[in-house]
């Protein structure tokens, strides 16, 4: 694992905490830790077996990542683990800050391969620190989120996507 060191969030690009909330958590500054519309859409896909997208959270993504326990196998979490994810993720929200949460999940997240961190990831990939990406470095990132060990092909994919939703939420 190779980490860069804790950025400020503050000192992390405005264009990638924008594409992070976009493409992770769209609901992120009305919730309180748990997206309870994204869990019934994911329920009712699941019960018709459509494809969906998870339901959580970057603060139940946080608890994930902040916990041994509720880390995910490779098998995915289990339903215990999803129950504790949640309530770790209302108490998170209780007791820190969006800004703060947001802050500590640009900084644990895992991206691509052995890089955890966006300070990590911004030296690596685009040889620069967190505050200097732009909107298609941090559409790339954003990408690398979901998927960190995507092939090309699909991180391309995404992080046009990603973008596309970042021009969508600047028109008024």
């Known amino acids: 694992v190779r980490r860069g060191q804790w950025v400020a969030l503050a000192d992390i690009s405005p264009a990638l905490r924008t594409a992070l909330v976009l493409s992770e958590d769209k609901r992120f500054f009305e919730h309180s830790g748990v997206d309870w519309q994204a869990v019934s ?3 009712w896909a699941n019960l018709w077996n459509t494809k969906t997208r998870g339901a959580s959270t970057l603060t139940m993504q946080l608890a994930g990542l902040m916990d041994e326990d509720l880390k995910r196998g490779s098998g995915g979490r289990t339903v215990l683990q999803k129950i504790g994810q949640t309530v770790s993720a209302q108490r998170l929200e209780r007791q820190w800050r969006k800004d703060q949460i947001l802050e500590a999940y640009l900084n644990l997240v895992p991206l691509k391969g ?39 092909r699909q ?3 995404r992080a046009c996507g990603v973008l596309g939703q970042m021009q969508n939420a600047q028109s008024p």
Not at 115 to 128: H, I, P, Q, W, Y
Not at 134 to 151: F, I
């Open 41 to 43: 859409a994911a329920a």
């Open 155 to 157: 991180v391309t994919q």
């Open 114 to 152: 052995e890089l955890v961190g966006v300070d990590a990831l911004s030296r690596t990939l685009f040889g620069k620190a967190a505050h200097g990406l732009d909107a298609r470095e941090a559409a790339v990132a954003a990408a690398l989120v979901r998927g960190p060990n995507a092939n090309v």
